[in-house]
């Protein structure tokens, strides 16, 4: 039985910054939770960050160049929390390796979790393409990445992987 990584919040986990969740509810996501395909995880409170929490973006890159050390994670207030994302996203690879997930299905346009497309890191809404940190980390070990807008791909990815 394959297993995916899930952003917790996706779950309905209140974990956000903001001490919401951001349940999704569909019907491949129920199925896949009747068979036990899924490993909730959050990699920002993994990390070390509290709930709630100050909202933060990527400044000057993505999630690649995080992890390459070329930008940096900063709250609205400037505070620099490239520590604990990084740490979030190899305790988010920890847990898709012992689980054994090769897909994982992440919460679009998060610092962490996005997969297609993050903030600029001006904090004006604005969001540019990109993947958070997480995402980054899991792709470059292999893991396929999904938004939640793409819950077909991840399906079709499973299918391919009996
Ligand atoms: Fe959801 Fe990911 Fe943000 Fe955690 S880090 S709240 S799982 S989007």
Redesign the pocket.
Known sequence: MQKILV????LG?R???DGGA?RLDHELLARWRAEGRLVA?????AGGLPVPRSPAEIVGGDGAAVLDGTARVLTATGEDVTGPFVL?AHKALEAARAAGARIAL??ES?????SLRVYDGAFTATRVPGH?V?TALLRRAGIRVFGEDRLSDAAACLDDRP
């Open positions: 952003s917790a919040c996706l986990s974990v956000r910054y951001k995880f959050c990699p920002e409170t979030g992440l919460k998060s610092p962490s979790c996005g958070g997480t």
